[in-house]
């Protein structure tokens, strides 16, 4: 169990002023008066349930959350040493948890109980915020069950999910619900312009393809690599047509996970090591003191134990991007006359849809899903992907 990392600021200078915490979570004007309200009462309830679709901004909502209860001016400025603090995940009353893990083990939660007796110093409320709660075992629920019936009178438990139904009704039933939705591509495009300097093109082309996912449209509008890296995946399956061929594609998919798992892997154990150089008051240049090498191993070590799961990570979002092509192959079958996700590649996906039936690209949709829940069950990544792109090989059919 880890905390997490902080979310990239951008190129442009964060907003200021009231509630400048609540900033990006764009297309949630309802989410944001409602977390607004509770701040401002002074009382807010003491469990919280943030919930909605991956790219929907359950994190950065739960982080705006806690820095705006504690904000030195009280409505979450963004600019006080409370806010910043909590915007770096250093702040000493905040909690900002997520797992490397399949799931919490009970011995984490038991942690959390612990640490949610701490009285805060200095600040009203003691906030532990819980991701992928979805990931807590029955067993894990039912420990942290009774901190959240009765918690401290100055602790806010929220946890984050992607539905109630991922959460046991016994805990959904004792949380303040909080539901957040996918934002609209021009508010997406709107904040990448905003915060992130790009222009209007780019910031709708990296908004279209991400499907309005925040941080991977920053992801894909900062690096030319994981650009590149997309679009070997969309066209695969433009170009498979035989088992052999679907054999050697799932290969280079299972690579391109790995690759960019390794990437991601390195960056952030960079930018670990960099913050504890820091924190140790070591030069970015200097050897490190043997009294304080192992330290820095454990980082090392943690990095290694998370790879498994980033290759999972990696390749459900290759799985997502692969799913809008075949949403795009169903939008061309029944001729929505809608912009497509991959509309720079609308003359390839015209051409697959005139080999598939709206039936076949469908079962398609259907082998997609199957391989997301495949990945997370143990099958080897190879096979799960070889499944899949015998799946995907297009029959005989006149369109």
Partial sequence: MTPSPSPSSGHASPPTGSGAVFAELVGQTAVVEQLSRAVGSGTPAHAWLFTGPPGSGRSNAARAFAAALNCVRGDGCGQCRSCQLVASNSH???????????????DDVRQLISTAQDRPQGVPWRVIVIEDADRMTERATNVLLK??????PQTIWVLCAPSPADVLVTIRSRCRHVSLRIPPAEAVAGLLVERDGLNEHQAHFAARISQNHIGVARRLAASAEARERREKVVSLPLRVRSASGA?????????????????????????????LRRALGVDPEEKIPPKLRAQFKRLEEESTRRAKRA?????????????AVYRDVLSVKLGAGVELINE???????????????????????????????????????????????????RRHRG
Avoid: F, W
């Avoid at 594609?249 to 892997?265: H, I, P, T």
């Fill in 247 to 275: 054999v050697l594609a799932a290969a280079e998919l299972v690579s391109v996970a790995q690759d960019e798992a390794e990437a991601e892997a390195q960056s952030r154990l960079a930018a670990e090591q960099a913050g």
């Fill in 147 to 152: 901190s959240i019936e009765e918690p401290p």
């Fill in 92 to 106: 000493p009353a905040v909690s900002l948890i997520s797992t490397e893990n399949v799931s919490y083990r009970i």
């Fill in 344 to 394: 720079h590649l609308r003359t390839d996906l015209e051409q697959l849809a005139q080999m598939l039936s709206p039936e076949q690209a469908l079962g398609c949709l259907d082998a997609l899903k199957s391989a997301r829940v495949r990945i997370t069950q143990n099958v080897p990544p190879q096979l799960a992907m070889e499944a899949l792109m015998m799946a995907l090989i297009p």
């Fill in 311 to 323: 290759v999972t990570d990696s390749l459900d979002r290759t799985l997502i991007d692969l799913t």
